[in-house]
């Protein structure tokens, strides 16, 4: 947490005094051509999903990106092939969207989780819609 603040916002929702989910930018890729990009990552508690809790961290995160000059955001989400496997639910994914993020990768079966192989997703949102060349 410390390493990330140095440079990126690190942002945490606390409920009746219990860290209840938090949120945080991190490096994209480390390369000065893609330093007004960053990766974006959200945990929420288990008995606080569904309350706005990962829309509130991501909505803060995204006012203090643009406010610091970044351009897009990218999420990695391990991705299910399949419906059905309740160890990894599409939620993730609907939440991106929801969140206004499209898919721009996919990786097939490139990471484990959960002692099993999966795919991976990247998905993006664009802070600043012109980029300049």
């Known amino acids: 947490?410390?390493?990330?603040?140095?440079?990126?916002?690190?942002?945490?929702?606390i409920?009746?005094?219990r860290v209840i989910g938090y949120c945080y930018a991190s490096v994209f890729k480390d390369?000065?051509?893609y330093s007004r990009c960053v990766e974006i990552s959200v945990y929420?508690?288990?008995?606080s999903h569904r309350r706005g809790v990962g829309s509130l961290l991501y909505s803060v995160?995204?006012?203090?990106?643009r406010k610091a000059g970044f351009n897009n955001v990218y999420a990695c989400i391990a991705y299910p092939e399949t419906d059905?496997?309740?160890r990894l639910p599409p939620d993730s994914v609907l939440f991106h969207k929801k969140m206004g993020f499209s898919l721009c990768?996919?990786?097939k079966d490139c990471g484990i989780k959960f002692g099993k192989t999966w795919s991976m997703i990247w998905m993006e949102k664009q802070l600043k819609k012109?980029?300049?060349f």
């Open 84 to 86: 059905g496997d309740k």
């Open 15 to 17: 409920c009746e005094g």
């Open 44 to 47: 929420v508690d288990r008995g």
């Open 31 to 33: 390369r000065e051509a």
């Open 130 to 132: 012109t980029v300049e």
């Open 1 to 13: 947490m410390k390493e990330i603040c140095k440079k990126y916002p690190f942002i945490v929702a």
């Open 61 to 65: 995160m995204e006012k203090k990106l």
């Open 105 to 107: 990768g996919y990786f």
